[in-house]
């Protein structure tokens, strides 16, 4: 995760756990008998949960643990790896088939830019 994004989770769970912490307590106020006043409520657990969405929302999970990054590198080097059997046998591939390999290489690099570059989800 970079700097930026790590920065930016943070902040978001900063601003958010007093938000959290404060309407748990509440709740448990009006829903939970049995409940001593003194005792604690494990808000950890859901702010831990609660950050997981907000990361996911906000696209700041580490590329490693992006499934869309994982699949366009694999498929660039799918493509590479078809190209150079092709190539292997000592005669260049014909027009049509090179042209496939570079519009798959391209593809899979829009991908991968659109990915990176995607501040939120689509249709939010």
Same mark, same amino acid.
């Given at each position: 995760?970079s700097?930026?994004?790590?920065?930016?989770?943070?902040? #978001?769970?900063?601003?958010i756990?007093?938000a959290?912490a404060?309407?748990?307590?509440?709740a448990?106020?009006?829903?939970? #008998?049995?409940?001593?006043?003194?005792?604690?409520?494990?808000?950890?657990?859901?702010?831990?949960e609660v950050?997981? #969405?907000?990361?996911?929302?906000?696209?700041?999970? $580490?590329?490693?643990?992006?499934r869309?990054?994982?699949?366009?590198?694999?498929?660039?080097?799918?493509?590479?790896?078809?190209?150079?059997?092709?190539?292997?046998?000592?005669?260049?591939?014909?027009?049509?088939?090179f042209?496939?390999?570079l519009?798959?290489?391209?593809?899979?690099?829009g991908?991968?830019?659109g990915r990176?570059v995607a501040?939120? $989800?689509?249709?939010n």
């Amino acid at each position: 995760m970079s700097t930026t994004s790590k920065a930016a989770a943070q902040a #978001v769970l900063a601003s958010i756990t007093p938000a959290i912490a404060a309407a748990t307590h509440s709740a448990v106020r009006r829903e939970a #008998v049995g409940l001593a006043a003194g005792e604690a409520v494990d808000t950890g657990r859901i702010v831990k949960e609660v950050s997981a #969405v907000v990361i996911n929302q906000t696209n700041n999970e $580490p590329w490693f643990l992006s499934r869309v990054t994982l699949f366009a590198i694999g498929g660039i080097l799918t493509t590479l790896y078809t190209a150079g059997l092709d190539f292997s046998d000592g005669t260049p591939p014909t027009v049509e088939a090179f042209s496939g390999y570079l519009a798959a290489i391209g593809t899979q690099f829009g991908v991968l830019y659109g990915r990176w570059v995607a501040k939120k $989800p689509l249709g939010n």
